[in-house]
């Protein structure tokens, strides 16, 4: 168990639908990034959140987007969804995201159905 | 750009004999290189990293990794396989520009018979 939690598992809905996924990240840790996995794509960056801030983007869509709370927790937003969004999403979360190279220990996922 | 490559997409072997699960690398600059591992329906867990520090990086479950430099590679090694090793295994470099962001490899499968 890494400490990074999200919720909910699975997540299983409709083209042009909008969802929510959440993490909670390890006690302690100020930065939480965003991942997806998908069959066709690999492993990839979405975005990373810095102590309430955005910090770095990755490939992540236009119609999606993320916030990170005063309470550090994150939530993905993912809107107007596509077949193509099915995936598993992972949030990872490290005690800085600076310059120097800390962990990122990942959460469980959420599998994410788009039908 | 920073890049991982994995040779292999699906390595197989036998309990008890050793595990090779190759990786190379593309930096412009020393890299840090990660290897992590996602069983089945879990998450993906860190097995070992390395940072400037010792080439030779032991990490948990017996696993350790070997940077070398003039051939770009950060390959993988167990001396003996449990079943319990069959997962797969991803090879990442993290990001220049000092924001922690990971690039991930395609990973490999491994499958472990008895």
């Known amino acids: 168990d890494s400490g990074v939690t999200q919720t909910p598992k699975h997540l299983i809905t409709a083209t042009g639908q909008r969802v929510t996924l959440r993490c909670s990240p390890r006690s302690g840790d100020l930065s939480v990034y965003w991942y997806q996995q998908s069959l066709d794509q690999g492993l990839q960056f979405l975005i990373q959140y810095y102590n309430g801030e955005e910090r770095a983007k990755g490939n992540i869509l236009e119609r999606f987007s993320a916030q990170q709370f005063p309470d550090l927790h994150s939530e993905l937003n993912l809107s107007s969804l596509e077949l193509g969004d099915s995936a598993l999403y992972f949030c990872?979360?490290?005690?800085?995201?600076?310059?120097?190279?800390?962990?990122?220990?990942f959460g469980p996922g959420t599998r994410l159905t788009v039908l | 750009a920073q890049s991982v490559t994995q040779l292999d997409s699906h390595v197989s072997v036998s309990e008890g004999t050793p595990v090779l699960l190759r990786c190379n690398y593309s930096s412009s600059y020393s890299p840090s290189l990660f290897w992590y591992v996602q069983h089945p329906n879990k998450g993906l867990q860190l097995l070992l990293k390395?940072?400037?520090?010792?080439?030779l990086v032991k990490g948990i479950n017996g696993f350790e990794a070997e940077f070398k430099k003039s051939e770009t590679s950060f390959h993988l090694t167990k001396p003996s396989a449990h079943m319990s090793d069959a997962a797969e295994y991803f090879c990442v470099v993290r990001s220049p520009g000092g924001y922690n962001k990971l690039i991930f490899g395609a990973g490999t499968r491994l499958a472990v018979h008895p």
């Open positions: 990872a979360s490290s005690v800085e995201g600076g310059l120097h190279t800390d962990t990122q220990y």
């Open positions: 390395y940072t400037s520090a010792a080439t």
